[in-house]
């Protein structure tokens, strides 16, 4: 089966640094997106790996390792307006969207 | 101009009336996407359109009927819906649905969708 595993809930404190994790057990890989959700808005594209390593992005950078099938998605400066969920999605050997449940992130004073 | 629009931004409607949501991207994007949405879940995908033709159908029930009428327009024909299918109704669209390159999608602000 095909399996995308991240928390469920973070809390993060304005201006500090968190990261958010991204385990996939998919069919293929083509590549992994990260979206931002504000609640009750649309997703909204963060970025996009394919290759190994680290996507740096101002604020936001996102890192992946094909081998481990692991992501991560590393937001610094924390702002109020980060207050959002985080959605992995997997493209998958059909070249499929395979969504994660979603973190949702709250940041804190 | 990477906006994708969706009508109508809220929608109320009975289990017997009719009513169509519609979406409109001017990228030039030739897949279209609809999702639906439940709350504190990922969006599941319904159908997807490529050149205008439906490449894609999530096993979706027939009371929901998709139409592309045109590579910048997509609608969503619904008809008899449960209480259960209350939900954000997402469009999006990518560039070019060739085989081996997954692109961006877009996603449009959604449809909120309450069937009573």
């Known amino acids: 089966g095909q399996n995308i595993d991240q928390p469920t809930e973070m809390t993060a404190t304005e201006g500090a640094i968190v990261q958010i994790n991204c385990t996939y057990q998919?069919?293929?890989?083509?590549?992994l997106f990260w979206y931002q959700q504000h609640a009750g808005e649309a997703p909204t594209f963060l970025s996009y790996n394919v290759l190994d390593g680290l996507e740096e992005k101002g604020r936001f950078s996102s890192f992946l390792s094909r081998s481990k099938g692991y992501s991560y998605l590393l937001l610094k400066e924390l702002q109020m307006k980060d207050s959002a969920s985080y959605l992995c999605a997997v493209v998958d050997s059909n070249y499929q969207l395979i969504w994660g449940a979603g973190t949702k992130l709250i940041i804190k004073p | 101009d990477t906006e994708v629009t969706q009508t109508p931004k809220h929608l109320v409607m009975g289990m017997t009336n009719k009513k169509s949501l519609k979406c409109e991207q001017h990228?030039?994007?030739?897949?279209m996407y609809w999702y639906k949405q439940k709350a504190k879940k990922p969006p599941e995908l319904m159908f997807v359109?490529?050149?205008?033709?439906?490449?894609i159908n999530e096993s979706v029930p027939s009371r929901f009927s998709p139409e592309c009428p045109n590579s910048s327009l997509l609608n969503l024909h619904l008809h008899a819906l449960q209480p259960e299918d209350s939900a954000l109704y997402l469009c999006?669209?990518?560039?070019?649905?060739?085989?081996?390159?997954?692109?961006?999608?877009?996603f449009g602000p959604g449809t909120r969708l309450l069937v009573l």
């Open positions: 998919t069919s293929g890989f083509n590549g």
């Open positions: 359109y490529s050149y205008e033709k439906l490449s």
């Open positions: 990228m030039g994007h030739r897949a």
């Open positions: 999006a669209s990518s560039q070019s649905p060739i085989r081996g390159i997954q692109e961006t999608q877009y």
